[in-house]
């Protein structure tokens, strides 16, 4: 595999030791250190983030959490693709591979649940230090809930600041939120680009829409 992006190789091993198979199809995938091009079947380095960096820095956010092997159609058919972008592709939709957020490996669902970088906010009413607490916050992926993939924070976990802005995106979401049943429980939701919010206690959750 070429690895013109710096990564360690003990880090790189790690990586290929978690993704066994491509962690958007699951093909397995066969490695061809000296092939020129991409061959489908070859594993292939992905960016799970196609803004980049691309080059490794672990201070920044390129660490073995947004990087992944993903197999070489699967690689030139996101090219750089928005992931929930590319799921909607008539690639990923075809019925012999159905690639979406529920399908893809763990580390993919986690990825796209806790993505720090939310590009464009199509919501202006929401002030820019609820923009920030949203943005800035340490999302955790619910590891004990795989078949809901989701992502939450802990009010608790938070500065005297943030918790004042997330009572007020509380009330927010109440005020705005629409209804809809989660178990047998309803709570309020609130979409914001391409993920939905909603408040259980003082935790808040985000998953796609
Ligand atoms: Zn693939």
Known sequence: MSNKYGIPEDELKKIRARDK?????????EEY???????????????????GPFYWNKSI??????????CGSCNSSRGKKELLDWFKTQYCINRNRAIN???????????????????????????NQLRQLIEN??????K????IPHCYIVKDNLSEADKEQFDELKWFIRKNGYAENF???????FNINNYKYWLV?????????
């Open 21 to 29: 198979a491509c962690v958007y199809c699951h093909k397995a995938m």
């Open 33 to 51: 250190s000296h092939a020129k091009g991409v061959s489908k079947d070859k594993a292939t380095i992905e960016h799970l983030n196609k803004d």
């Open 61 to 70: 956010i390129f660490d073995s959490s947004t990087v992944a092997i993903c």
């Open 101 to 127: 957020e529920n399908t893809v490996t763990e580390l993919v669902r986690e990825y796209i649940c806790t993505k720090k970088y939310l590009k464009t906010f199509t919501i202006d009413q929401l002030s």
């Open 137 to 142: 916050s340490k999302w955790t992926f619910a």
């Open 144 to 147: 004990t809930m795989p078949g």
């Open 183 to 189: 178990y047998p429980k309803q709570y309020k939701y």
């Open 201 to 209: 206690g003082n935790i808040l959750n985000r998953a796609t829409t």
